[in-house]
């Protein structure tokens, strides 16, 4: 249809990421060879990343549906009911392979799409959280990620104005040549203004809003459907680049547009840009849409087709306007000074056509490129190197002689000490909601006009799933879920980032489908629906894989925002207890990591009826008003949550507590095992504390006293650790900032 | 008592200066978009936080030019109080409302943390309900806040007793390890000649409730809203 475009052959298709197969299967869509602008329109609408081809077949054993969830997954965004008419949205992204590229730019439009993706629903975000994964923290290559990453981060946060309230900063080697970023972001909206991406009405005008278009970001959809080789660097003009400005005018242009009524659908041009907006948006509404390019406002010279239906770049929209409406909405983005520009409309056949000063350049069935994509049942396979791996018993390695010095290393580990030089960085108060501040196991913000308050946490542990990808995806469910009972909420839902090395070897394909296996069970038996997520494959870099990394967002409930808890000792005399189990494994442990340095063994089984029970437990202990701390006991076990516990909060305060020696004194002290929480109460309050764990089934017992200005531990009655908080506090608040600054 | 609150693209901290207003003060208190000019229907405006046109030339740069902005002379001169926090003393400071500049953090980091501040004015409108001497609690939110002042200016603003503001430790001692930004002498907050104008990197609006961790930043309002209401009406309308 176009001179200027290249032929369109096999080759073509495959440097396009497609296969042989699935180029023939276009020529059977159109009955014909496509053009240019086409392949470029299958390629990217059918990656992994748009079309989760690999994935799909797993991804349909998640729970998705409670009668609180307003949407589940394939949405913008996931909703569910927060009562008295408001609800919360929620999504988590990865965007790995463009800050490994480009770390700050990576990162910051990270941020931006996801924020696109909550206000696109009608919503206006109210806090951010990111999960980060580097390599070797000593590696100078890491520092130049970290410090990237983290400024590209704070920019687009703190320019936007949104609170980055919570995350994760976790190290191992296996993410040297593929860190992790994945963002999360909720939003609050009223039921009654709630926006989806669909294309209705036929006859409509399609409105394009926003930033103009460039040639950055063409083919980052693609680019995120392929491992990484040697010289990934060069890949940067994949990599778009990002203005939290004009994403904050879009907000409020969109909201203010949103508002009037005349805004029938709304999809962010994120991944693949145009093109999937103009499939997806009718798709979902069994429409179609004309597209006509040359409207389309662009800021270099000499696009071609092609290259406008596949830019990436940032702060772009696509409306559907109710008809008669358009001045209305063309007049709000005016006075934000943003383009708003009509370039096609609503169609009733089905047809995304696409033309460029007067040519047809495009026609493919919209459901050919989204429901009709092709989705893989692959092969998996269990990976022979895990027996090894299990067979590894960590108690055939020496005891450590000074128990001391063991605690303080573990402290001072940068998955473990304090990440103050992360978040000092990141605007987390704006907005004025923030109750409790990063730092804790989880953030609380009000809900302002209510009593209420919400809870947010992300949480992840490549190393339990490296070992046992079933537990280690259910123990992440677990985690997340107990980080909220701790802070006094009950959970409401899961958006979840999984990220996975190259789907078409079967024993990633087997920790994938084992990991969904975990999170589904745990999300089903936790009652936690799953209402948005997203996955991110081909994280290996010269065949090396990350370790599998599913990271679990999730937002809970406090009916009454008093009820918020810390994880900080507060006052002298109070009493501390651990609910939950005494079993523990040094197998997968934090311990045997910076120690001995190893990643083996097998992990403690963990029981999600009795997880559920010590939830349930620390909830109703803190409803009842009885809980001065709560702190969820994971990585490092009880001796490192004991440590936090002392020096996290905003003033130091010293614990006396008595283990009963669980074998050898690293398993009691270090040992990691799920469903354990450390809780501190007054002493008056021990009557009621003692009956209402009997009530619930939880196992606990009183293991010690807050107070003084020295951290003592005794196990089977004989001291191993009596540090003053000053060697503690320096260990775990200098362990990570050693590494960056 | 009828506060403004301006909106420049970009602004983040206008819906918090407005909530706290009016929901927490319960005063009168409406938006003023940044192309407004016509401000006579005001006692007090606050130009609040966020990133003003992006903040892509200088922070405050293009807002300290803007119409509201050019507007604010006349709207001092006749008896009106200006409040500007964080992105707002910026543009003070590049409106020439108040004299020196905010400069890039000299950890060349953006810094969101809690700071202390020791009250040295307590005789403008805004502090008067203070006394000198006092440590207030106050979240800082910026990436540049380091005021700078050429020597001159500097003597002059200190003789006048400008400088209403220095950052502190919680027990009041003006000291480096308690200057998060690297602030000349520690200068967080200071006032125009008159006392009507002042700018602080602080937040007052998010220290204005106990569940927030601080109310130090409503004792700023309070005073203000206390000579207003001793006046009547101090535009004497």
Avoid at chain 1, 189 to 197: E, L, Y
Avoid at chain 1, 362 to 367: L, Q, S, T
């Amino acid at each position: 249809m176009t001179e200027a475009e290249p032929k369109v052959t096999l080759d073509l298709a495959r440097a396009h990421g497609l296969t042989a197969e699935e180029y023939d299967r276009i020529i059977r869509i159109l009955g014909r060879e496509p053009t240019f602008t086409e392949l470029g329109l299958f390629s990217a609408l059918w990656s992994e990343h748009c079309a989760y081809k690999h994935s799909k077949v797993f991804l349909r054993r998640l729970p998705t549906r409670a009668p609180h969830v307003l949407q589940g997954p394939g949405e913008n965004a996931g909703i569910v009911d927060l009562g008295g008419g408001l609800a919360l949205v929620l999504k988590m992204e990865s965007h790995n392979h463009p800050s490994f590229i480009e770390p700050f730019q990576g990162a910051a439009t990270g941020v931006g799409g996801i924020l696109r993706d909550i206000f696109t629903m009608g919503a206006r975000p109210i806090a951010t959280l990111d999960s980060l994964r580097f390599g070797d923290p000593a590696d100078p290559k890491t520092r130049y990620l970290i410090g990237g990453v983290v400024s590209g981060i704070s920019w687009y946060n703190n320019c936007f104005g949104v609170p980055n309230v919570g995350g994760e900063v976790v190290f191992a080697p296996e993410y040297q040549g593929n860190p992790l970023v994945n963002v999360m972001c909720v939003g609050l909206v009223r039921q009654d203004r709630i926006f989806r991406a669909r294309a209705e009405g036929v006859g409509n005008p399609v409105f394009y809003v926003g930033a103009k278009t460039g040639r950055d970001g063409i083919h980052g959809a693609t680019m995120a459907s392929a491992v990484f080789e040697e010289g990934a660097e060069e890949r940067r003009p994949t990599v778009q680049v990002g203005d939290p400005f004009t994403e904050k005018l879009l907000l409020e242009a969109c909201l203010e547009a949103m508002a009037t009524g005349g805004v029938v659908g709304i999809q962010d041009m994120g991944a693949a840009g145009l093109a999937c907006c103009s499939a997806e948006m009718p798709a979902r509404a069994g429409t179609g849409m004309e597209v006509d390019l040359t409207r389309v406002p662009r800021r270099e010279t000499g696009m071609t087709p092609y290259e406008i239906m596949l830019s990436e770049s940032q702060e772009r929209m696509l409306l559907v306007v109710a008809r008669g409406r358009e001045e209305e909405v063309r007049k709000i983005f005016a006075k934000w000074e943003l383009e708003a520009v009509e370039i096609g409309r609503v169609t009733d056949d089905g047809a995304l056509r696409v033309t460029m000063e007067g040519r047809l350049v495009a026609e493919v069935p919209v459901r050919a490129l989204t429901e009709d994509a092709p989705v893989y049942d692959k092969p998996t396979a269990r990976p022979g190197w895990l027996d090894a791996l299990e067979a590894f018993d960590p108690l055939c390695l020496p005891e450590p002689s000074d128990y001391e010095r063991s605690l303080l290393e573990i402290l001072a580990a940068p998955s473990v000490a304090s990440k103050q030089w992360v978040y000092r960085q990141y605007d987390h108060q704006v907005g004025i909601n923030t109750l409790v501040l990063p730092g804790s196991d989880a953030a609380v913000l009000r809900i302002k006009g209510t009593a209420k308050a919400i809870a947010l946490t992300t949480d992840g542990n490549g190393r339990y799933v490296f070992l046992d990808p079933y537990q280690g995806g259910a123990l992440a469910v677990a985690e997340a879920a107990r980080n909220l009972a701790c802070s006094g909420a009950r959970p409401l839902a899961v958006t979840d980032c999984l990220n996975f090395g190259s789907p078409e070897r079967p024993e990633i394909l087997w920790q994938f489908a084992e990991a969904i296996r975990g999170i589904a069970d745990a999300c089903r038996l936790l009652e936690i629906p799953v209402v948005s997520g997203n996955v991110s494959f081909y994280n290996e870099t010269q065949g090396q894989a990350i370790l599998p990394t599913p990271v679990i967002g999730m937002a809970g409930l406090l009916e009454d925002a008093g009820w918020r808890t810390t994880q900080w000792f507060k006052n002298e005399g109070d009493r501390i207890a651990l609910i939950g189990p005494e079993a523990v494994s040094l197998g997968g442990s934090e311990y045997l990591g910076v120690i001995h340095g190893r990643l083996a063994g097998r992990l403690a089984t963990l029981d999600l009826r009795l997880e559920r029970d010590v939830q349930s437990a620390c909830r109703g202990a803190i409803e009842a008003g009885l809980v001065s701390s709560a702190h969820d006991v994971a990585e490092g076990g009880v001796a490192v949550a004991l440590a936090e516990a002392c020096v996290s909060g905003p003033g130091e305060i010293g614990a006396e507590v008595a283990l009963p020696s669980a074998g050898r004194a690293d398993l009691t002290l270090f040992g990691e095992g799920a469903s354990r929480i450390v809780v501190s109460i007054p002493a008056k309050a021990q009557r009621h504390f003692e009956g209402l764990m009997q009530e619930w089934g939880a196992p606990w017992r009183f293991i010690g006293t807050v107070g003084g200005d020295r951290f003592t531990l005794k196990v089977g009655g004989s001291v191993v650790v009596s540090l003053s908080l000053d060697q503690i506090a320096h260990a775990w608040r200098t362990g990570f900032e050693r590494y960056v600054s | 008592m009828r506060f403004g609150v301006v909106i420049f693209p970009g602004t983040w901290s206008d819906c918090d200066f407005h909530y706290v207003i009016g929901e927490v003060l319960r005063q009168p208190v409406k938006y003023v978009w940044h192309r407004d000019t016509d401000l006579s229907e005001l006692d007090c405006v606050i130009l609040p936080g966020g990133f003003s046109y992006g903040d892509y030339l200088r922070a405050g740069a293009i807002a300290g030019r803007s119409p509201v902005v050019e507007a604010l002379p006349e709207f001092v001169a006749r008896g009106g109080f200006v409040l500007g926090s964080c992105n707002g003393f910026q543009i003070l400071c590049e409106a020439k409302l108040l004299p020196g500049a905010l400069l890039r953090n000299e950890c060349l980091q953006y810094r969101c943390q809690s700071t202390f501040l020791l009250v040295e004015n307590a005789e403008t409108p805004f502090t008067r309900g203070l006394r000198p001497g006092q440590v207030l609690k106050m979240p800082i939110s910026h990436g540049e806040g380091k005021y700078y002042a050429d020597p001159e200016s500097l003597r002059a603003l200190t003789a006048r007793n400008q400088i209403v503001f220095r950052y502190c430790t919680e027990a009041g001692e003006v000291t480096k390890a308690a200057n998060p930004n690297g602030s000349l002498e520690n200068v967080a907050g200071i006032v125009n000649e008159g006392g009507t104008v002042l700018g602080l990197m602080p937040h007052p609006e998010r220290a204005a409730e106990a569940a927030l961790g601080s109310t130090d930043g409503l004792l700023l309002l309070h005073s203000l809203i206390g000579v207003l209401v001793e006046d009547g009406s101090f535009l004497k309308r």
